[in-house]
Nanobody
């Protein structure tokens, strides 16, 4: 049974930091690019960041560039999202997702929803003073 389980969400003040984790099981994690998406209340889901199969290539959406860092630990089937300098507009439910890719250097496109086969249930991040 495939599972993606996110954790690490919390309520923090603007300028604070959080690290989200997503533990995968039930599929060959090494063959999947991984990503984080988020959805704010009343808004569509948006892609935040993605990472290639071995972690050497990453992509960040413009709103989070320079503040967020995605990484993965294939030995523990886990993908992380380190979020620094958090802003109120970062508030939302954060989901991790997996997309099968044939090449290790490919970062699956966040803007192609059909690529993302597996999804977690999400973890809530609230940034407020």
């Amino acid at each position: 049974q495939v599972q993606l389980v996110e954790s690490g969400g919390a309520s923090v003040q603007p300028g604070g930091s959080l690290r989200l984790s997503c533990v995968a099981s039930g599929f060959n994690f090494d063959l999947y690019g991984m990503a984080w998406f988020r959805q704010a209340p009343g808004k569509e889901r948006e892609g935040v960041s993605a990472v290639s199969r071995l972690g050497e290539k990453t992509f960040y959406a413009d709103p989070v560039k320079g503040r967020f860092t995605i990484s993965r630990d294939n030995s523990n089937n886990t993908v992380y999202l380190l979020m620094n300098s958090l802003k109120p507009e970062d508030t939302g439910v954060y989901y991790c997702a997996g997309a099968h890719v044939g090449y290790t250097w490919v970062v699956p496109r966040l803007a192609s929803p059909g690529l993302w086969k597996y999804w977690g249930l999400g973890t809530q991040v609230t940034v407020s003073s």
